[in-house]
């Protein structure tokens, strides 16, 4: 079965600076992995995926994350945040054969001005 | 375009009440999951469907009943609530036969039991 750590449960970053998220995960196969960002009192929107290819991903609202096999990671970066990006932020791990989603259990952003 | 649709938003339930937390999707999608969000455990499923007829367990099913008649609807219920299943809820759908597929979220329901 896959599974996600999150080794991060709350991160505090400036306004202006720089984010990364970490995410690793254990799956024995190819896994497919997401980055899920949530606000509170919602429900999780998509940041961005991978599946196969290229191993970093674009994704929405200037996020980006690389996907590195041999350290079983799939880190988010952001290179300047936003106010607007404090919310809580899930990765996801699923599979080819296995849809259902495994979730970490969170990383907390707060941004200060 | 609603998307997935869960209600109510809010609930509070006595210990030993029952109820059904509706999920409903127009996106026509077969996969429907159940997940409970509880403060630093992320997020755990508790059932899934693959289509019409078709239900399973998650990791965390105890306590908890679902159907699938439909393609769109997708009701979670609590039979006799306790203080565990206070938490927020959250109905998801999912395309498998697309490769570029992902999980799309309703709004989630906050659950209560006192």
């Known amino acids: 079965a896959q599974s996600v750590t999150q080794p991060d449960i709350h991160i505090t970053v400036s306004e202006g600076a720089s984010l990364e998220l970490r995410c690793n995960y254990s799956?024995?196969?190819?896994?497919?992995l997401f980055w899920y960002v949530q606000s509170p009192g919602q429900g999780l929107q998509l940041l961005l995926k991978?599946?196969?290819?290229?191993?970093l991903v674009q994704g929405i609202k200037g996020f980006e994350a690389e996907f590195k096999r041999s350290q079983s990671s799939f880190n988010l970066r952001k290179p300047s945040v936003h106010w607007s990006d404090a919310a809580e932020y899930f990765c996801?791990?699923?599979?080819?054969?296995?849809?259902?989603?495994?979730f970490g259990a969170g990383t907390t952003v707060t941004v200060r001005a | 375009n609603a998307g997935v649709t869960q209600t109510p938003k809010f609930r509070i339930l006595k210990i030993g009440q029952s109820m059904t937390l509706q999920c409903t999707q127009d996106?026509?999608?077969?996969?429907m999951y159940w997940y409970r969000q509880d403060p630093g455990m992320g997020l755990k499923l508790i059932y899934y469907?693959?289509?019409?007829?078709?239900?399973d367990k998650g990791e965390v099913p105890n306590g908890y009943n679902v159907s699938r008649s439909t393609t769109e609807d997708f009701p979670l219920r609590l039979e006799l609530a306790a203080p565990s299943q206070t938490s927020v809820y959250f109905c998801?759908?999912?395309?498998?036969?697309?490769?570029?597929?992902?999980?799309?979220f309703g709004q989630g329901t906050r659950l209560t039991v006192v």
């Open positions: 799956y024995g196969a190819t896994p497919y």
């Open positions: 469907s693959v289509g019409a007829g078709i239900t």
């Open positions: 996106m026509n999608h077969n996969y």
């Open positions: 998801a759908t999912s395309a498998p036969h697309d490769m570029n597929t992902e999980a799309f």
């Open positions: 991978y599946f196969s290819g290229d191993t």
């Open positions: 996801a791990v699923g599979a080819k054969d296995d849809y259902k989603l495994s």
